[in-house]
Structures are given as structure tokens and as C-alpha cells.
């Protein structure tokens, strides 16, 4: 055998050295993430995630399966750092308002990190559809669930708890839709802090927040 070719085979992915299987998968999972937030599903290619990851399209296959079960795992993997990211910066020693804005403020955070983790939740899951879009419905189901939580502790604590749960979960729902929103709208206009956007969203929502867990419910006039 050549010398040249020797030193072709040393450098091809198959002859990379060998890592911890968690390790690998976490090379390959980083690149596709990569990849698809780029070019989006349809148009990311294997052959692409196998350069970017520095291994064989083969070794993809073995490790993640085939491209749709590799996009599949990288929704799980980024859905369950985004939620563990917000539920890791709520502080629960501190009253509800400051855990919400606790909570936005590491959502946000996130998003700025891992600016492509949040591409391919938000715009690059849900574009595809089908049990992609589900994984997102998933994650914000989770993400409702927490805020209401917040919402009807505020709730119990002015003795209000019957009424708060009877609107909290659609409030919540409401909050993680707009914080969705201006998280892909940072996207494009990334000059503005995540600590300005948290306090945007807190004054858009929980203004109305408390006034609901005081008693006080807008209602439209006659006429």
C-alpha cells in the first residue's frame, strides 16, 4: 500500500479515533443540529452532517438512525435543554412574578446560546410537521403546565385559587405563545437583550396577571 494512500485512510472518518458511544452521539447530534438549522429538513443532507461532524455516514446510521430519525432526536435533545434551562433559572424561594421573570429571562438565555437549538424547534419542526410538530406540542404542553403552576400559586396566596384555576392554564398558554413569538422575533433582531425582552413580556402579560389573582376582571361595557 502507498504512502498516500495510508495517509488517506488515517485521516478518513472510519479510522477516527474512538470516542465514548455518548460522546459520538453528541458530535453527531451537535452537527446535525447545525445542518438542518441551516438549510431546514428537507434540504440538509447526510453527507453534509457527515463532514460537519468529522464522521461516516455510516457511522450516523448506526449510532441515530436514518435522517429522520436523526431530526427526530435532535428536537428531543434541544426540547429537553430548553425546558431544563427555564426550570433550572426559576427560583422558587422568591414570589410568583419574579419566578416568571426568572424563567424568561433563562428562555431567553437559551435562545441566545443555542440560537440554532431554537431555529430548529421553532421554525424548522413545526415547517415539517407531522410527529415533528407533535415533539413541539409536547414541549409547550410542559411549558404551559409550569407557568400555570406559577399563576395559580399567585392566585392561592391572595385566596383566589377557584378563580385562577378556572382561566390559568389558557392564560398560561397564552403567556408561552407570545414568549414563543418574540423569541422568533429576536431571532432577527438579535441588538436587544434578553433581560429588555423578559420585561417587555412582563409588562405585555403580568399587569394582567395581577390584576386577575386581585379580583379584578375587565369586562366589556353595554352598548
Known amino acids: 500500500m502507498s504512502e498516500e494512500v495510508q495517509a488517506k485512510e488515517q485521516r478518513s472518518p472510519e479510522r477516527a479515533k474512538r470516542l465514548p458511544r455518548a460522546v459520538r452521539e453528541r458530535q453527531i447530534l451537535d452537527a446535525a443540529v447545525q445542518v438542518f438549522s441551516r438549510y431546514g429538513y428537507h434540504s440538509a443532507s447526510m453527507d453534509e452532517i457527515s463532514e460537519v461532524a468529522g464522521v461516516s455516514k455510516p457511522m450516523i446510521y448506526t449510532y441515530l ?40 429571562r433563562s428562555f431567553y438565555r437559551f435562545v441566545a446560546d443555542y440560537r440554532e437549538s431554537w431555529t430548529v424547534l421553532h421554525r424548522q419542526a413545526l415547517a415539517v410537521g407531522g410527529s415533528f410538530a407533535e415533539e ?3 414541549m409547550r404542553g410542559r411549558a404551559i403546565e409550569l407557568v ?76
Open 65 to 104: 438512525g436514518a435522517k429522520e430519525d436523526l431530526f427526530g432526536a435532535c428536537i428531543r435533545r434541544e426540547a429537553t435543554r430548553l425546558l431544563e434551562a427555564v426550570q433550572g433559572g426559576i427560583q422558587s424561594d422568591v414570589p410568583p412574578d419574579m419566578q416568571l421573570w426568572h424563567g424568561l
Open 136 to 138: 413541539i406540542t409536547a
Open 148 to 223: 400555570a403552576a406559577l399563576v395559580v400559586s399567585a392566585g392561592s396566596r391572595k385566596g383566589l385559587a377557584e378563580q385562577v384555576e378556572k382561566s390559568g392554564e389558557g392564560l398560561a398558554a397564552a403567556l408561552v405563545g407570545a414568549a414563543e413569538s418574540l423569541a422568533d422575533w429576536w431571532l432577527d433582531h438579535p441588538d436587544v437583550t434578553d433581560g429588555v425582552l423578559a420585561s417587555w413580556l412582563m409588562n405585555l402579560v403580568w399587569l394582567g396577571f395581577n390584576d386577575l389573582v386581585e379580583g379584578e376582571v375587565w369586562k366589556p361595557r353595554d352598548g
